[in-house]
């Protein structure tokens, strides 16, 4: 168990996780996720949004699997490995709206950095805008870090606060499967929410079994090697360190490879799949995202990943995620192919005071 | 008497940002940094060896606690 554990925790045990993610990541979207959309956390949360009718996008609407997978993958690791630990306390309403507002910049962007990696991968040079902006968001964060930035400490908590996220999760299963209809017209005949698309991104995924299984491995080994897309940025900004930078370099490099394998590499920047060419909100958009990453302690997926822990605060910042999502599809604030939505800059342009009034009044003195 | 950091409950990368304070601050010596998760026990384990400090760990109750030395 030790050697197994030495391994995950080592530079070849992270690349390892990286390269499981880029390569399922193709796969996925070869098998019917949406293009240069394996996986995107923000992206599978605002569709599993729009499948509970948090919004009424009707091109995004569906019960994501990997989402759901992601946590489950992360609380069997940390069961079998001695570390699920229920948590919570620290600052949950502000990292609540952290996420919140995270979710607004990366639908501004079209992506969570998990996409902006893939969407690099496979030839989307709108990507290389939105990771600068994503870099420029946690370097912000990072001088908050600097000057004794913290949301406080977490406490141990009763055992059911950890169990719950996980249960929500399985509940969304059921949901999906049985995929029952909880809403009436008028007229009193059942309707949606649960939604599924017809059309649009929504409608696109890969069979049910397979995002099921490839999530498990995805929340297994991220929960196991920390795997965290805005730490590996912000360590090599904080402390000149590329141990998690070298997962994510597994991720893209191993997507690419595979989609050239797949036939999914498209290099360009007009006309990429859901994407936008305006290099301003692109960059704003991730710069959002990237600091309340920075300032939450997790990107999307690890905010994910340590909810299946039992880390009550990160299961806040995630359903901040969810209904940031709702708020931006209902309000116009959400990106289409066409540029940013109408409500949609103003919006970011808020999101960065809010996270900005964050760091400063969350400053303590370092002894 | 060692210099004694409690990180415990502080979020990542809290635990690291002390560590590398009180070792810029020292520089060799000997101090001890109590954590409560597996991951922050690997993250200051690991900057402080890639710092040049030796890393002894000690298994509490729900916590560790980590002796960091360097001659």
Not at chain 1, 119 to 138: E, F, K, Q, S, W
Not at chain 1, 142 to 152: A, D, N, P, R
Not at chain 1, 322 to 350: D, E, K, L, Q, R
Request: charge should be positive; charged fraction near 15%; hydrophobic fraction near 50%.
């Amino acid at each position: 168990m030790t050697t197994v554990k030495n391994f995950f925790a080592s530079r070849w045990g992270i690349v390892s996780a990286g390269v499981f993610v880029g390569v399922f990541a193709a796969v996925l979207q070869k098998l019917g996720n949406p293009a240069n959309m394996g996986i995107c956390v923000a992206c599978m949360e605002r569709d599993i949004a729009g499948a509970l009718g948090l919004h009424r996008a009707a091109l995004v609407q569906y019960l994501r699997p990997e989402i759901i997978a992601f946590v489950l993958g992360a609380f069997i690791a940390a069961l079998l490995f001695r570390e699920f630990k229920p948590r919570g306390g620290s600052s949950p309403i502000l990292r609540f709206f952290l996420g919140f507002f995270a979710m607004i910049g990366a639908l501004v962007f079209l992506g969570c950095p998990w996409r902006a990696l893939l969407r690099l991968a496979g030839g989307d040079g709108n990507a290389i805008v939105g990771l600068a902006g994503l870099t420029a968001g946690i370097w912000v964060g990072v001088l908050f870090l600097k000057s004794g930035y913290t949301l406080g400490r977490t406490t141990k908590v009763k055992s059911f606060s950890g169990w719950i996220f996980p249960i929500a999760m399985v509940t969304l299963l059921v949901l999906l499967l049985v995929a029952p209809q909880f809403g009436r017209t008028p007229e009193g005949t059942p309707t949606g929410p649960i939604f599924f698309s017809s059309k649009g991104p929504g409608s696109q995924h890969a069979p049910i079994l397979i995002s099921l299984l490839v999530g498990l491995g995805v929340g297994f080994l991220a929960q196991r090697t920390r795997l965290c897309t805005m730490g590996a940025i912000r360590d090599v900004i904080l402390i000149k360190n590329t141990h998690l930078l070298s997962g994510i370099l597994g991720i893209v490099v191993a997507a690419f490879v595979m989609n050239l394998v797949l036939g999914q590499f498209k290099a360009g920047f007009a006309g990429q799949p859901i994407a936008h060419t305006d290099v301003l909100w692109n960059f704003m958009g991730m710069a959002l995202s990237g600091l309340a990453f920075a300032l939450a302690g997790g990107c999307p997926g690890r905010q994910l990943f340590l909810s299946g822990e039992g880390d009550g605060d990160a299961a806040v910042f995630a359903t901040g995620m969810i209904v940031g999502a709702g708020f931006s599809h209902n309000f116009s604030m959400a990106s289409s192919a066409a540029g940013p939505g109408p409500y949609g800059p103003i919006t970011v342009i808020i999101g960065l005071i809010f996270c900005m009034v964050v760091g400063f009044t969350m400053r303590e003195k370092m002894a | 008497m060692s210099d004694k950091i409690d990180a415990r409950g502080l979020s990542c990368p809290q635990p690291v940002i002390l560590t590398s304070k009180k070792i810029k601050e020292l520089e060799k010596g000997v101090f001890e940094v109590l954590v409560d998760t597996d991951t922050s026990r690997e993250n200051v384990s690991r900057f402080a060896q890639r710092s040049g400090w030796q890393v002894e760990v000690d298994r509490m109750e729900d916590d560790y606690r980590l002796v960091l030395r360097k001659d």
